[in-house]
């Protein structure tokens, strides 16, 4: 059959990163990137035989590889778990629009994530990264539940050396004496991004409905340009290709018009 | 150029189709009805005009000739995926003319809604649609209201006379066999009905604003979400991907789509827990306004083909119809909260 879209690709477990106990990185093996680049806040349906597919987003990005930050929830994810190098996964993809790096060069970048959220902007961050004269300013406000729940601790480490303004926090801290970070919600640190220059700035929220919704209540709060903010949403998807209805929200389909919106549109959706 | 044709003509017509296509056509099921000794009229295979119900409407659609209930898509063993083929041979599809207009709803889905649906494709090309013609409105129709009463792009048409039936076919595979059996007439035009018992206005100013109105709380009560009404739509296209293994071992299975319904509980629910649209009226709010409004927003054209069968099919006796005549007060209620 020609073009089957649900086709997917056998590819290799390289590296298993464990950031918490149920929230691990799976580096998978990706040599398609010449013929389906990859941007940021794109997804891709990934499978194991017999347990079913689930869209995850692509959290990292390399010319041979791909990563996908997997939260243990449910009975595919739990079963992904229990595969590590050497093994593989199914994968189908990229699907979505994804972000467009180019929209925030030149800019005062805000991005705002709670947990896994993370993910999605995880290669935005990493450009910028490694490019700071690329943009104006960077701040980065992440929020994880407990100081367990902590991902990307090494990629946290190395963004912070790269001279943005990068606050992480985790909502409570009693059962870890140790940690000695920020402790309290995103929409707590997000007026310490001291915006400089409202005028050129652009901000991203990604992360569960209610942090999202408060996170922008905040930036508004703070005379944010609702003109200006992007979200990132995500809905139940089987297909990841506009047939199957499940993310379909008034004429709007997730997968294929976003999972990246504009607030200003976002706004108006009625689930 | 038309054909008559008597029953025998029809049957001998039929015969020759079925050599290289499986007829597929509205038919009688005994006993398997909503209540005990009740029939069904659903689609399935015949062999002759005999089996083919055209007294009344069928109360399921056509639709699973190209979405059935549970389709293979894919093998598997643990290391390799391979695609399920699908039978070879093709479809005559004996349909109203309401259900070929939803033709056009399922190709815009599966066609051009993103890439194209191979497997769709690969169904949809091998499927001739033969137009029955409507001489009389059913109980429940609104074809008229939705535009829907006479729809070109029929690869042959049928009506039916007291003396046998008058046939045109724009297919030469359809046309040999009635150029064999039948005898030639005018062109024939086929029976398509200009009122139905009552019309349906959607209101042009409806916009989804009207998803905050209270016009959709009393079916939190009535609707319990059974699907049925989207299950019999011709126009409803949702499915679901479900993987399946046949040894006690799971080395082995298949994956397969699944007819799906945004009424169903499950719908929305994603790993985590997150789910949206728990009542009976925020669902029947997402189906009715995606059948008059968001399909068309996408489309350009309205997703309903006003055949009935949701509201002739509800065991609680909602009514689709209603709640359209119902969509202007509930515009003038969300106006009137606005001012």
């Known amino acids: 059959m020609k073009n089957n879209t649900y086709l997917p690709f056998r590819s290799e477990i390289l590296e298993v990163i464990k950031h918490a106990e149920l929230e691990y990185t799976f580096r998978m093996a990706y040599d398609r990137g010449a013929e389906h680049p990859v941007k940021p806040g794109q997804f891709f349906e990934i499978s194991i035989p017999k347990y079913g597919e689930a869209p995850i987003s692509v959290s990292g990005i390399t010319d041979h590889s791909l990563d996908f930050t997997i939260r243990k929830v449910g009975s595919l994810t739990n079963e992904i778990f229990e595969n590590y190098v050497g093994g593989h996964f199914f994968l189908r993809g990229p699907y979505g629009n994804g972000f467009d790096v180019n929209m925030f060069k030149g800019k005062e970048i805000i991005l705002v994530a709670g947990g896994s959220g993370l993910s999605p902007i995880h290669g935005v961050i990493d450009y910028f990264a490694d490019h700071m004269d690329e943009c104006e300013r960077l701040t980065v406000i992440v929020g994880f539940k407990s100081p367990h729940d902590i991902l990307f601790r090494d990629d946290l480490k190395r963004w912070k050396q790269s001279g943005m303004n990068l606050i992480y926090t985790v909502d409570k801290a009693d059962d870890d004496p140790d940690y000695d970070g920020h402790v309290g919600l995103v929409t707590q640190y997000i007026p310490e991004m001291n915006l400089q220059d409202p005028d050129n700035a652009i901000a991203v929220v990604v992360g569960p409905p209610m942090m999202i919704k408060f996170s922008i209540k905040t930036l508004l709060g703070l005379g944010f340009d609702e003109e200006k903010i992007w979200v990132s949403e995500s809905r139940k998807m089987c297909c990841g290709v506009g047939k199957c209805g499940h993310c379909r929200i008034g004429e709007i389909y997730v997968c294929q018009d976003g999972p990246v919106f504009k607030y200003t549109q976002v706004r108006s959706f009625i689930d | ?339």
């Open chain 2, 1 to 339: 150029m038309g054909y008559q044709l008597t029953q025998d003509g029809l049957r001998q017509v039929f015969a020759d189709w079925s050599r290289e296509y499986d007829i597929y056509a509205p038919k009688r099921f005994e006993g398997t009805g909503r209540f005990s000794e009740t029939d069904v009229i659903r689609y399935g295979t015949v062999r002759t005009p005999e089996e083919v119900v055209w007294d009344q409407r069928s109360d399921y659609s056509w639709k699973e000739a190209v979405l059935p209930v549970c389709q293979t898509l894919l093998y598997f063993t643990e290391e390799t995926v391979t695609e399920a083929k699908d039978p070879e041979r093709g479809k005559i599809v004996l349909l109203r003319s309401c259900d070929l207009a939803a033709v056009k709803r399922f190709d815009y889905i599966f066609l051009q809604n993103g890439p194209e649906d191979s497997y769709y494709k690969d169904r949809r090309d091998k499927i001739k649609f033969v137009l029955m013609g409507c001489d009389h409105s059913f109980e429940g129709c609104f074809c008229v209201s939705m535009g829907t009463n006479r729809t070109a792009g029929w690869d042959a048409a049928l009506n039916r006379r007291e003396d046998g039936y008058q046939a045109e076919a724009a297919d030469s595979f359809l046309a040999a066999a009635l150029e064999k059996a039948g005898t030639p007439c005018g062109d024939v035009v086929p029976d398509g009905v200009d009122a139905n018992d009552f019309t349906v206005t959607v209101p042009e100013d409806l916009t989804s604003a009207v998803a905050q109105s209270t016009i959709w709380d009393e079916y939190d009560k009535r609707c319990f979400k059974c699907g049925r009404c989207t299950l019999v739509c011709p126009t409803c296209t949702c499915w679901s991907m479900q993987d399946l293994y046949y040894t006690e071992n799971g080395q082995a299975g298949e994956r397969r789509r699944v007819q799906a319904s945004c009424m169903i509980d499950g719908y929305t629910d994603v790993a985590g827990g997150l789910k949206f649209r728990q009542k009976g009226g925020e669902r029947m709010r997402f189906k009715v306004l995606h059948k008059v409004l968001d399909f068309k927003k996408r489309a350009g054209y309205q997703m309903c083909v006003g055949c009935g069968r949701c509201d002739a099919i509800c065991p609680e006796y909602i009514s689709f119809v209603r709640c359209i005549e119902k969509l202007a007060d509930g515009m003038k209620e969300v106006t009137e909260n606005e001012k």
